[in-house]
């Protein structure tokens, strides 16, 4: 079954280039496109959409708060962030807002290509030690993150060691072997953290692993 996809920019370039990569992918097709997040939230509840690729900054509605409405209002959507990166200080909002994941505009075709079928298939988290580096360049900036509550309660022990770990951006195989466990247990300790936790997918376990102070930016 393919991949159906939203594309959400306001530049009509970036949106065509996005959907020409995308053309000749037979596992991923394009069900429409949005020039702005208002647009975005309208379209993705008409044609449902699997991924929506949103870009942060567009009118009428960014892409933050786009992103927090369908979450809100579709939560089977998921969100995908398009975004600069390296100047672009929303991310983390954007994350925080329910976004699953994102994507740089210069990335490589099959690495956005990868990243929508992660995203699709209920994992948010895309190059661990990328998604780390963007937890800790936003955790580590107090203006946009607010204060870490208390960590986590009504988690056991075990949960805390695996959640600290997810944090690391480790993986179930790397968990279980972290912690002398079966893998298929590791995994069942991260499925009962996204229902303890209410979180979406693994970057929603790293930002809580973050704010409840289980791991530290490093720099």
């Known amino acids: 079954m393919s991949v159906r996809v939203v594309l959400a920019d306001d530049q009509p370039l970036v949106r065509t280039g996005l959907r020409v ?11 429409g496109e949005a020039a702005t997040g208002a647009e975005a939230v309208r379209l993705a509840a008409e044609v449902a ?12 509605l960014d892409g933050i708060e786009a992103t927090r409405r369908l979450t809100a209002d579709q939560p089977d959507v998921r969100s995908l962030i398009l975004t600069t990166f390296d100047d672009d200080d929303s991310v983390y909002a954007a ?7 994102f994507l740089v505009k210069d990335m490589a075709l099959e690495a956005i ?9 209920g994992d948010g988290l895309i190059a661990p030690s990328v998604t780390r580096r963007l937890i800790e360049e936003f ?15 009504g988690i056991t022990d075990r949960e805390r060691e695996v959640l600290t770990l997810v944090g690391r951006g480790l993986s179930n195989a790397e968990i279980a072997g972290e912690l002398c466990i079966a893998v298929a247990t590791a995994k069942a300790h991260v499925a009962r953290l ?11 376990l790293v930002i809580a692993a973050y704010e409840a102070g289980l791991v530290t930016p490093t720099r």
Not at 49 to 60: Q, T
Not at 113 to 121: G, N, P
Not at 139 to 146: D, F, I, L, N
């Open 21 to 31: 990569l995308m053309a000749d992918t037979p596992d991923i097709v394009v069900v």
């Open 49 to 60: 959409p699997d991924v929506v690729v949103m870009d942060i900054r567009m009118p009428e």
């Open 95 to 101: 994350l925080r807002a329910g976004a699953s994941g």
């Open 113 to 121: 290509l990868d990243a929508i079928r992660v995203v699709a298939a």
């Open 139 to 153: 955790a580590g900036r107090p203006e946009p993150v607010p204060p870490p509550p208390p960590p986590p309660s």
């Open 194 to 204: 996204f229902t303890k936790l209410g979180a979406r997918d693994r970057v929603h």
